[in-house]
């Protein structure tokens, strides 16, 4: 507010000293009232002035706040997935005989090595559907990639 009102005290100044180079000739009853009136400026002004800057931050927080509630919900939505995903991984392991061991005790290894003969299953089961398909439309087989042929070679190691 102090800012505001030493800008518009300025302002009032240049005006003032404007008005008076213009037009020499006003008695003193009229630079009264250019006082009384530039004062009363000063004061509208400085209403005017602190109102738009509280509307400007007002809809700034608001904004923000907005902003923030849109994140909470993204990630709580993240959260609840990654919960949903973790039950249902849970719930395969224990329909399939497997026992989850929890977070930090297990074999890390053989977690490895389980996920490398699925995906070598996986690999097997695509290359059979891949070799049907083409056998019925005769299309001649594409290169696998280096991925699924790096994928073979650690399956066999």
Known sequence: NTAIF???????????????VQTPDADEGMQVVATIVGVMGIGVGMVVIAGIIHCISGMRSAQQAAAKDHIEAALWEHQTRLDNVQQAALKAAATNGIKASPRGKGSLSKAVSELRAHLNGLDQVCSSLEAAVAAQQKVPLVDPGPNRRNLKAKATE
């Open 6 to 20: 030493f800008v518009m005290l300025w302002l009032f100044y240049v005006a003032l000293a404007s008005w008076k």
